[in-house]
């Protein structure tokens, strides 16, 4: 294998004023055919050029290993650090990706409203001196999210002198008070685009060893594509104090750590860390499309998530798990317009309400099948090739105030999970949003502190552990959304309110976990409104064919009523 260093003979001193840009490099490197290409440990403070809006892009590379053990990617503007565009057999190891700015800034609470309509953050020295308005409220005790801390949405921000930061929300001061921590972060700057790594259109691209320390927006994810991508001992975590602090970070990603949608093949995640992420701490989604029209061996859908491809050839449509299935053979974009929709579908378009059956995403899709789809206009269809099925998620810790979330079956195994929102499976559609899961294993893992997440009457996603799907009118549906369920020889220990909620699910194996010092603490209402007890350790609901064996409940505290509860499903 052909090795090429790049030996750029900078002294210490020379490099720390004027870093060396790596990126023509490499680029020249892969034109000329080398397969093995070794970037010079060093801090590289790098922008945007020739146009792009990343940092570093890597556009239809293949068969190739970048070493960058050592290296430290900053990125100078609150951008995109590093973009791959349909790679293939791609490896990346050692890679450190941070932003200076950062982007998100942090303080204490130094003032709060008589009326509690505001509070002022007073910011630590070294953080950047901006009003950035999502906030978190951190608990100057264990730096982590405060509980009892409810949903801060609709914040808005101002400086109040040089160093102060004043946050607006009604009754914002009774979730904060004066000595809290808090951090307050923000997206991509002005003609930036968001996230700090990202993989659209790939195949079997390998991370080694990278660590992100922060993002505008998600640490890393990943679109479309064949997949396959592995994660192998990579962090996303704060990263060190910037030049002037004196106080740790309290942040790593402004958003989510890790997500993946859409893609073919589900992500190996191994020996990773993920803490402190400002939203979901990793994630593999999927949406459901809705189909707008059908002709003679064709029809026209539209997803509800509107930057992803979508369906590709190859991929197949279903409605339910076990209903009739039809293979793309052929799919074209469409707009609206092009797409020529009947007078009454678009009328249900344009008045759609956020988050209804018909609220869509404006891009058009034509698929075409060899016979004659079984599905018609205002049906919902999902992919089962495009949830990232067969996903590996193993060895993995997480200390991160946001949940897992699962739209996909795949291996969950021997992870530890300190996070007060646990682990989350569920399709997140309306009620009539088709979906299927069939074969999740999730299997010898360890909860720590889950349930105590911001409260949420009306989602069902109640315990450490949940496997919900909704029906509408605050119903669970019925059995048949999941099927084939493994859950085993898990372990909870010290979750507040129900550690597992589990509804709609069709074969169900749960044997030998263990929920330890369950209830020793007042459980929040979250799930309130399906009916979901508080104060069982266990609550099923609309499941069929469920084996349970050897589960116990050991130490329970004072909050603890009926252990386990059982609801037939109803007909």
Same mark, same amino acid.
């Given at each position: 294998?052909?090795?090429?260093?790049?030996?750029? *003979?900078?002294?210490?001193?020379?490099?720390?004023?004027?870093?060396?840009? *790596?990126?023509?490099? #490499?680029?020249?490197?892969?034109?000329?055919?080398?397969?093995?290409?070794?970037?010079?440990?060093?801090?590289?403070?790098?922008?945007?050029?020739?146009?792009?809006?990343?940092?570093?892009?890597?556009?239809?590379?293949?068969?190739?290993?970048?070493?960058?053990?050592?290296?430290?990617?900053?990125?100078?503007?609150?951008?995109?650090?590093?973009?791959?565009?349909?790679?293939?057999?791609? %490896?990346?190891?050692?890679?450190?990706?941070?932003?200076?700015?950062?982007?998100?800034?942090?303080?204490?609470?130094?003032?709060?409203?008589?009326? =509690?309509?505001?509070?002022? #953050?007073?910011?630590?020295?070294?953080?950047?001196?901006?009003?950035?308005?999502?906030?978190?409220?951190?608990?100057?005790?264990?730096?982590?999210?405060?509980?009892?801390?409810?949903?801060?949405?609709?914040?808005?921000?101002?400086?109040?002198?040089?160093?102060?930061?004043?946050?607006?929300?009604?009754?914002?001061?009774?979730?904060?008070?004066?000595?809290?921590?808090?951090?307050?972060? %923000?997206?991509?700057?002005?003609?930036?685009?968001?996230?700090?790594?990202?993989?659209?259109?790939?195949?079997?691209?390998?991370?080694?060893?990278?660590?992100?320390?922060?993002?505008?927006?998600?640490?890393?994810?990943?679109?479309?594509?064949?997949?396959?991508?592995?994660?192998?001992?990579?962090?996303?975590?704060?990263?060190?104090?910037?030049?002037?602090?004196?106080?740790?970070?309290?942040?790593?990603?402004?958003?989510?750590?890790?997500?993946?949608?859409?893609?073919?093949?589900?992500?190996?995640?191994?020996?990773?860390?993920?803490?402190?992420?400002?939203?979901?701490?990793?994630?593999?989604?999927?949406?459901?499309?809705?189909?707008?029209?059908?002709?003679?061996? =064709?029809?026209?859908?539209?997803?509800?998530?509107?930057?992803?491809?979508?369906?590709?050839?190859?991929?197949?449509?279903?409605?339910?798990?076990?209903?009739?299935?039809?293979?793309?053979?052929?799919?074209?974009?469409?707009?609206?317009?092009?797409?020529?929709?009947?007078?009454?579908?678009?009328?249900?378009?344009?008045?759609?309400?956020?988050?209804?059956?018909?609220?869509?995403?404006?891009?058009?899709?034509?698929?075409?099948?060899?016979?004659?789809?079984?599905?018609?206009?205002?049906?919902?269809?999902?992919?089962?090739?495009?949830?990232?099925?067969?996903?590996?998620?193993?060895?993995?810790?997480?200390?991160?105030?946001?949940?897992?979330?699962?739209?996909? @079956?795949?291996?969950?195994?021997?992870?530890?999970?300190?996070?007060?929102?646990?682990?989350?499976?569920?399709?997140?559609?309306?009620?009539?949003?088709?979906?299927?899961?069939?074969?999740?294993?999730?299997?010898?893992?360890?909860?720590?502190?889950?349930?105590?997440?911001?409260?949420?009457?009306?989602?069902?996603?109640?315990?450490?552990?949940?496997?919900?799907? @909704?029906?509408?009118?605050?119903?669970?549906?019925?059995?048949? #959304?999941?099927?084939?369920?493994?859950?085993?020889?898990?372990?909870?220990?010290?979750?507040?309110?129900?550690?597992?909620?589990?509804?709609?699910?069709?074969?169900?194996?749960?044997?030998?976990?263990? *929920?330890?010092?369950?209830?020793?603490?007042?459980?929040?209402?979250?799930?309130?409104?399906?009916?979901?007890?508080?104060?069982?350790?266990?609550?099923?609901?609309?499941?069929?064919?469920?084996?349970?064996?050897?589960?116990? #409940?050991?130490?329970?505290?004072?909050?603890?009523?009926?252990?386990?509860?059982?609801?037939?499903?109803?007909?």
């Amino acid at each position: 294998m052909k090795t090429l260093l790049l030996a750029l *003979f900078l002294t210490a001193s020379t490099r720390a004023a004027d870093p060396a840009d *790596f990126r023509p490099f #490499v680029t020249e490197a892969i034109k000329r055919g080398e397969t093995r290409i070794v970037i010079p440990r060093g801090t590289y403070r790098l922008a945007p050029a020739g146009g792009d809006k990343s940092v570093w892009t890597l556009m239809n590379a293949r068969d190739i290993v970048i070493e960058a053990h050592g290296v430290t990617l900053v990125s100078t503007r609150l951008t995109r650090a590093l973009a791959l565009h349909a790679c293939s057999n791609v %490896t990346i190891q050692g890679l450190t990706v941070d932003y200076d700015p950062l982007p998100f800034t942090q303080g204490q609470v130094a003032a709060v409203a008589d009326d =509690k309509s505001w509070i002022e #953050v007073k910011l630590h020295a070294g953080y950047p001196r901006q009003p950035y308005a999502r906030i978190d409220v951190i608990d100057p005790a264990t730096r982590y999210r405060k509980k009892g801390m409810p949903f801060l949405w609709g914040t808005r921000a101002e400086m109040k002198g040089e160093d102060t930061v004043r946050v607006v929300l009604k009754d914002i001061g009774a979730a904060a008070r004066v000595g809290d921590l808090a951090s307050l972060n %923000t997206g991509p700057g002005e003609g930036g685009i968001p996230h700090a790594v990202s993989l659209e259109r790939c195949s079997g691209v390998v991370f080694r060893d990278l660590t992100v320390h922060s993002a505008p927006g998600m640490g890393i994810l990943e679109a479309d594509g064949e997949g396959k991508t592995q994660y192998l001992a990579c962090r996303v975590v704060p990263g060190p104090r910037p030049h002037g602090a004196s106080e740790d970070r309290l942040l790593s990603t402004s958003w989510d750590a890790m997500q993946t949608k859409t893609v073919r093949h589900g992500p190996r995640v191994e020996g990773c860390e993920i803490t402190e992420a400002g939203d979901d701490s990793w994630s593999v989604q999927s949406s459901d499309f809705m189909v707008l029209k059908k002709i003679p061996g =064709k029809l026209v859908i539209a997803s509800r998530d509107e930057f992803t491809i979508g369906v590709d050839t190859g991929d197949r449509l279903m409605s339910r798990l076990g209903g009739p299935v039809a293979k793309i053979t052929t799919r074209r974009n469409l707009s609206r317009e092009e797409a020529r929709l009947a007078p009454e579908i678009l009328a249900k378009l344009e008045d759609a309400p956020g988050w209804s059956e018909w609220k869509l995403s404006p891009k058009c899709i034509e698929v075409g099948f060899d016979g004659e789809p079984p599905f018609e206009p205002g049906d919902s269809v999902f992919s089962p090739d495009r949830m990232g099925n067969g996903f590996v998620f193993i060895n993995n810790r997480v200390h991160s105030s946001g949940r897992l979330l699962l739209k996909a @079956a795949g291996r969950v195994e021997d992870n530890l999970f300190d996070t007060p929102h646990g682990l989350t499976v569920c399709p997140e559609l309306p009620a009539s949003g088709a979906a299927g899961i069939d074969g999740l294993v999730i299997r010898r893992n360890k909860i720590l502190r889950a349930g105590w997440f911001c409260q949420a009457p009306w989602s069902a996603s109640a315990g450490a552990l949940s496997i919900t799907a @909704a029906g509408g009118a605050q119903k669970l549906r019925a059995p048949g #959304v999941f099927a084939n369920l493994v859950i085993e020889d898990n372990v909870f220990e010290d979750c507040a309110g129900p550690n597992l909620v589990l509804s709609s699910a069709r074969g169900v194996s749960l044997r030998g976990n263990r *929920f330890v010092r369950p209830m020793h603490e007042i459980p929040n209402e979250t799930g309130g409104s399906f009916g979901i007890a508080k104060d069982s350790v266990l609550w099923i609901a609309e499941c069929e064919d469920l084996k349970m064996e050897n589960n116990p #409940v050991i130490e329970p505290g004072p909050y603890l009523g009926e252990a386990v509860k059982i609801s037939e499903p109803k007909r």
